[in-house]
């Protein structure tokens, strides 16, 4: 009896199989979005990282909520992204205080879209898990952070604007 052994070629191929077969019969609506590399909104899916590049844009065009997670110690230090709300992750209130700024600066709208950023993606993306869990829809992470991660450069290092924190 011959047996038969896993490759992740032949896993492959039956995944990408898999996907044809249900456009083929479907249609194209049916392409999973990790073949087509694209979504049905044409934006990132909620809980995406996004780049600090497309925050920006976003934030800019008015269609997404900057919020800079960091501490005031660290908004005085390099100051804060142009036009980000400032909540304080490590607020002394602990995670309600914090969750109760994000409900004020979202004025209550848990579909509004959000994204935060701190210094190198650790917290951002606890914060995420966080707003996810509170019933918040449109979450995105900003993982490159304003310093630089494994994500990416970061904020300061792509020039992207700051302002002054100097009352924080």
């Known amino acids: 009896m011959k047996t038969k052994t896993f490759t992740w070629a032949a896993a492959s191929t039956a995944l990408l199989l898999g996907a044809a077969v249900a456009v083929a019969t479907f249609g194209p ?18 809980g ?9 844009e976003r934030m800019a065009a008015g269609t997404l909520l900057l919020v800079d997670i960091r501490t005031p110690k660290e908004w005085r230090a390099t100051g804060v992204p142009t036009g980000a709300a400032r909540a304080d992750w490590w607020q002394n209130g602990g995670r309600a205080e914090f969750l109760a700024e ?3 600066l979202t004025e209550g709208d848990r579909s509004k ?3 935060v950023i701190c210094a190198r993606g650790g917290r951002s993306s606890e914060a ?3 707003l996810k869990a509170e019933g918040f829809e449109r979450v995105y992470d900003v993982g ?5 991660s494994r994500a990416g450069p970061g904020w300061l290092a792509r020039n992207l604007p ?4 100097a009352t924080c």
């Open 29 to 46: 609506a049916w392409a999973p979005s990790w073949l087509t590399g694209s979504y049905a909104n044409a934006e990132e899916p909620a």
């Open 144 to 148: 490159e952070g304003m310093l630089g």
């Open 48 to 56: 995406a990282r996004i780049s600090v590049a497309s925050a920006y």
């Open 113 to 115: 879209p959000i994204a």
């Open 102 to 104: 994000i409900v004020r």
């Open 162 to 165: 700051v302002e002054p924190c």
């Open 128 to 130: 995420y898990r966080l």
